[in-house]
């Protein structure tokens, strides 16, 4: 079967620098891989029920070749279930692998809707209200009492730190009602003074962070968004920072993301925001990476040959686990703990898939798969360290 690999983007992001630099990575990607790839903006599908079937057409003409897998950048905050959620709804129920789902956008596409995902999972979060309907904000001036002074006010659907205010009273909270728009929803949460001014982005790609970056306002203000004025720099991230990210992103089901955290006096993080359609040029500036490249790649691990490939590694690596268990064919090292777990939990952060990638395309053909004991002293090598084996074996996989 051809693998084939779509983009999908909006035209009004179409040329911002993250989808153009996944457009190349992709394209890249696809010819070294011999790989069909396709790039398509969102208003040129056309959705099709024909004799009770799903089906496509571009261009007035009836598409015959579906993708296995279709990378997904689309306006975050400008998303409509009745559009661009529908398309996307479409493409997944023909059997397309969506990075990301259309759910796990959906669940980022409203600042609430997200930390209503994120409660009752112990995720620590700031305390948090908003309200129904367009015109109920005068309301929540009384309703918000409970959080206290200076108080954050989001729009719901703000992006790239707009619509962020920070209420000193209730005066203020009155006068931001008589300025602010109504058309979207907000939100009021409890202010975090000793995170004010900073905030640290988390960027993941398949359950993994790829790196983290410290971004500081210039000006004083709350936000530190780049976009605004503020500046980033790579820093390192404690085990509970990126368990705490990890978790935010299997929650809410996103293969590529942005976790910004809040981080308190005690060192310990909250969770402010989830970005599903994250941005990182400033990322890729201060961290040194290539985001589009390592989204790449994953996209084209999630193709069907290579999750066969990658499962038919992990029966090996389960076979011979197995048949390591007998004492006279895996000894088990001395000095408590084998090599197993070490290989395993030390992978490098910034790793990628193209660095595994060759080494998938082309697995041992030496990898010994022993049925009985006996036939460990015709190993050809007198030096054979099972446990060796299995590491590299393991170390593939989670790479």
Same mark, same amino acid.
């Given at each position: 079967?051809?693998? /084939?690999?779509?983009?999908?983007?909006?035209? +009004? &992001?179409?040329?911002?620098?993250?989808?153009?630099?996944?457009?190349?990575?992709?394209? *890249? /990607?696809?010819?070294?891989?011999?790989?069909?790839?396709?790039?398509?903006? @969102?208003?040129?599908?056309?959705?099709?029920?024909?004799?009770?079937?799903?089906?496509?057409?571009?261009?007035? *003409?009836?598409?015959?070749?579906?993708?296995?897998?279709?990378?997904?950048?689309?306006? !975050?905050?400008?998303?409509? #279930?009745?559009?661009? &959620?529908?398309?996307? +709804?479409?493409?997944?129920?023909?059997?397309?692998?969506?990075?990301?789902?259309?759910?796990? &956008?959906?669940?980022?596409?409203?600042?609430?809707?997200?930390?209503?995902?994120?409660?009752?999972?112990?995720?620590?979060?700031?305390?948090?209200?908003?309200? %129904?309907?367009?015109?109920?904000?005068?309301?929540?001036?009384?309703?918000?009492?409970?959080?206290?002074? =200076?108080?954050?006010?989001?729009?719901? /659907?703000?992006?790239?730190?707009?619509?962020?205010?920070?209420?000193?009273?209730?005066?203020?909270?009155?006068?931001?009602?008589?300025?602010?728009?109504?058309?979207? =929803?907000?939100?009021?949460?409890?202010?975090?003074?000793?995170?004010?001014?900073?905030?640290? /982005?988390?960027?993941?790609?398949?359950?993994?962070?790829?790196?983290?970056?410290?971004?500081?306002? !210039?000006?004083?203000? @709350?936000?530190?968004?780049?976009?605004?004025?503020?500046?980033? @720099? $790579?820093?390192?991230?404690? *085990?509970?920072?990126?368990?705490?990210?990890? *978790?935010?992103?299997?929650?809410?089901? @996103?293969?590529?993301?942005?976790?910004?955290?809040?981080?308190?006096?005690?060192?310990?993080?909250?969770?402010?925001?989830?970005?599903?359609?994250?941005?990182? &040029?400033?990322?890729?500036?201060?961290?040194? $990476?290539?985001?589009?490249?390592?989204?790449?790649?994953?996209?084209?691990?999630?193709?069907?040959?290579?999750?066969?490939?990658?499962? #038919?590694?992990?029966?090996?690596?389960?076979?011979? #686990?197995?048949?390591? #268990?007998?004492?006279?064919?895996?000894?088990?090292?001395?000095? %408590?703990?084998?090599?197993?777990?070490?290989?395993?939990?030390? $992978?490098?952060?910034?790793? !990628?898939?193209?660095?595994?990638?060759?080494?998938?395309?082309?697995?041992?053909?030496?990898?010994?798969?022993?049925?009985?004991?006996?036939?460990? =002293?015709?190993?050809?090598?007198?030096?054979?360290?099972?446990?060796?084996?299995?590491?590299?074996? $393991?170390?593939?996989?989670?790479?």
């Amino acid at each position: 079967m051809c693998s /084939r690999v779509w983009f999908v983007t909006d035209r +009004r &992001i179409s040329q911002e620098y993250p989808q153009v630099q996944i457009l190349r990575a992709l394209k *890249e /990607r696809c010819a070294d891989e011999d790989v069909e790839f396709r790039s398509l903006l @969102m208003d040129q599908i056309v959705l099709t029920i024909s004799e009770g079937q799903l089906g496509l057409r571009v261009e007035q *003409e009836l598409v015959t070749s579906y993708p296995q897998v279709v990378v997904v950048r689309v306006p !975050t905050p400008w998303v409509q #279930s009745d559009s661009d &959620i529908t398309v996307l +709804r479409h493409l997944e129920k023909m059997g397309c692998r969506l990075i990301n789902r259309p759910q796990a &956008i959906l669940n980022c596409v409203n600042k609430f809707w997200t930390f209503q995902e994120l409660a009752g999972h112990g995720v620590p979060l700031p305390d948090t209200f908003s309200y %129904g309907g367009h015109d109920n904000f005068r309301k929540m001036i009384d309703e918000a009492e409970p959080l206290g002074y =200076p108080v954050v006010v989001k729009n719901a /659907r703000g992006h790239r730190g707009k619509a962020v205010f920070l209420a000193r009273d209730k005066h203020h909270l009155t006068d931001l009602c008589h300025l602010i728009r109504h058309d979207t =929803p907000y939100l009021f949460q409890e202010y975090i003074k000793e995170s004010h001014g900073r905030d640290v /982005r988390v960027v993941l790609v398949g359950g993994r962070v790829i790196g983290s970056m410290l971004r500081c306002s !210039t000006d004083g203000r @709350m936000q530190s968004n780049c976009s605004l004025g503020g500046v980033g @720099m $790579m820093c390192p991230l404690s *085990e509970q920072g990126k368990q705490l990210a990890i *978790e935010v992103s299997n929650i809410l089901g @996103m293969d590529v993301c942005g976790i910004d955290l809040l981080q308190l006096n005690d060192g310990s993080f909250v969770v402010c925001e989830a970005n599903a359609n994250v941005g990182f &040029i400033a990322f890729d500036q201060a961290c040194g $990476m290539d985001v589009a490249g390592i989204v790449a790649d994953y996209a084209l691990s999630m193709l069907p040959s290579r999750l066969t490939r990658k499962m #038919s590694l992990l029966s090996v690596v389960s076979s011979t #686990s197995e048949t390591s #268990s007998e004492p006279e064919v895996c000894p088990v090292p001395t000095g %408590g703990g084998g090599s197993l777990p070490e290989a395993v939990c030390n $992978m490098s952060v910034g790793s !990628t898939s193209s660095e595994s990638d060759p080494e998938l395309a082309e697995p041992s053909q030496s990898s010994p798969r022993q049925s009985t004991a006996p036939a460990l =002293p015709d190993l050809p090598d007198p030096a054979y360290n099972f446990n060796t084996l299995l590491a590299n074996e $393991m170390k593939l996989l989670t790479e």
